[in-house]
C-alpha cells in the first residue's frame, strides 16, 4: 500500500487510543496500527531514529545529572 493510499481515519469515531505508559512520554498503539500501511523501508528508517532518539536522551540526562550533581564528575 503507497503512503498515498493511507486511509484517512484510524479509528472509529469515538473510540480512543489506548496507553501503554504515561511518564514523561506517551506511547500509544497507533504507530502498530500504522506500521501496517507503511513501506518496510520507511519503518525501518523510524525505527532507527527512535532508538537513536533514545540513546540521545539518556545521553544527555546522563550527562545532566553529572553536571548537577559534584559528587558524580570525575
Known amino acids: ?12 469515531e469515538g473510540t ?3 496507553v501503554e505508559k504515561v511518564n514523561n512520554t506517551c506511547r500509544t498503539s497507533i504507530l502498530k496500527k500504522v506500521e501496517k500501511y507503511v513501506e518496510a523501508e520507511s519503518t525501518r528508517k523510524c525505527w532507527v531514529i527512535r532508538y537513536f532518539l533514545r540513546l540521545w536522551i539518556f545521553m544527555c540526562t546522563s550527562f545532566s545529572i553529572q553536571e548537577s550533581d559534584p559528587q558524580l564528575r570525575l
Open 1 to 12: 500500500m503507497a503512503m498515498d493510499q493511507l486511509p484517512k481515519t484510524l479509528f472509529k
Open 16 to 18: 480512543e487510543t489506548q
